[in-house]
């Protein structure tokens, strides 16, 4: 199996001199024969670059683009003017079918908007979304969260159509028959939270073939009482960056603690292969090369601070994206969760709902 | 100094059965002469508990109310039917000066809507709020999280009032001069979010006595970046109670890893009084007793799953907070904080939006 991806070579923080090493290593670490490589930005600044990634150079070409996307380019102006652009470029490759997945570590909302206007969504889905897996201490060990900040204000069909998708991601990458999805609100009562969960908990609670386990809370999240965990960009942004804030703050404490006394510091010695593997599960970055979920082709985004080691692990998800037929996996789980009627329903309500890309509310946000 | 605390003897999920013992071992632990107790609920019930609490017994006085607020009353109901309950006559007590303070581990909910209505909000206020306080790794080693459920949703003006309650919160509390305050939000940058932290951010940037840091993100909140985080009910009881599962399961994957070699264990056991103090830092019970912040006399909420040991903190929260003349220092630090132009835009602007506590919008949730 031979395949093509598109790299947008300038985005994070670090952009060319970040990627070109990034996409090197993914080709040296990758047991893949025939990959080709399309890498759009600013040309002599890539090759440039690719004089010290000759595994690279040797099957990538590249596609000089005038326009750059930065991480300052509004969502808006990105879909606007932003097509031919490095961004624009790569996914369009993918779309006319040159590539089969693009990644990119740049402007999230500039990203995500022109991935859903080039690239379109999965049918009954109208925006896509990003999914986060974390560890949980669960017997099953992981759990999937989304939407984490892709989408700002959501209404209730917006939910439903997350916990469709994080079902079927979630059948998908962990193999399971019918994982359980709860909508994430203040209490596990039908009573609780605003308007739009409790709507979104009626619709979700009327859908027979999905094994909806109703509201589930913050703290279920990390216990992994569900297989994933629905809720709007917003609060799913701020739980998921509270939980990366917490492990540090218990890291460090554990570390204080430890090292202020000698019975601390001998038992932190001898303990030190239990210590390293606490750190590693909890330090993991959970978040790079996360796929938008929804979208009709493969779009990968990958951290926008990370190294080339990082990019690399991003390079490596779109790959095993690519091999395992994601979308079409996803897109036969959607059609088998909803009923004819079900179907129908949801599909009328996304018309009625859908507003241009390019209007205030329906503009993704940067995360 | 004498004084008196009126009890909601029924509240809390073991009721009469922990509230009783747990005012006693308050009175036990406590230093302050001339203590009273009002106790309301079921008096043979509460008579009954007072057998075996005889310190309680010698300076309580048990009211009789045949209403009972439990957890599955409305706030809309409590607010309706309750003001003879033992939740709305404890309430009553504080306002008609019999007693310096309410404690009730009841419904959070009922408990909220009731204060707000009897006990009335301080000037400039329209909807009180429940503050956490939290560890941190800043020098400064705590902050302060509000709303933690008490508002589902906020106006802008909710959340500039928020801001304004918490920083003289923070001020009294810390004994720092000026307090800094964050907003929560998605990113830091100040395009990023929805349209209501964009405004309370406009209108809170805009206030010359407040030192307002700008928005903070999720894992600002355990790094201490600011000494005032302030967010709407929803997206605060979803982020706290996340970091209490991270907490959780930090403390889990590190006994597993522990326990699960022999060097694991050794260590430990070398370094067990570190550990010990991990576990102490980590797992405050934070919540208990909070004050509903912005009332015009101190409220004071217990978990309702606590045990004895717990409410008897919660009854400590309270006197404390009668020594300290709390409410007194809070009025004049918001006095303070708004300039009369700034203090008068509030008061019409909290005018506008005020409405009736029976409304959906604006009852209180239980958290």
Redesign the interface.
Known sequence: MSFTLAIDAMGGDLGVSMVIPGTELALKKTQVKGLRFLLYGDAPSIQSALETAPLLKACSEVIHTDIIVTNYT?PAVAVRNGRKSNLGMAIDAVRDGRAHAVISAGNTGAYMALSKVLLKTLDGINRPAIPAIL???SSHGRTIVLDL?AN??CSPLNLVQFALMGEAFAAKIFNIDRPTVGL????SEE????AGVQEAFQLLRDMSNLNFHGFV???????GTTDVVV?D???G??????????????????QT??S??W??K??????????D??KQ??DARYYNGAVFLGLRHIAVKSHGGTDAIGFANAVGVAINMVKSNFIESVQARLTLLQTQQEQLKIDQAARAESVDVLSTKESP???
């Not at 942004?237 to 554990?254: D, P, W």
């Not at 001998?266 to 210590?275: E, Q």
């Open positions: 509004k560890p949980t201490t900040g700002i204000e994430l609100n203040v209490g009573l609780k939270g605003h809370e913050g703290d279920d999240i990390m216990a809720t960009g917003f609060t942004n701020i739980a998921l960056k509270s939980i990366e804030g917490t492990t540090r703050f218990v890291r460090h404490i554990l603690c430890m202020s006394s019975r601390g001998l038992g932190y010695l001898i303990a030190k292969p239990a210590f593997r606490v599960i909890s946000e940067p995360i």
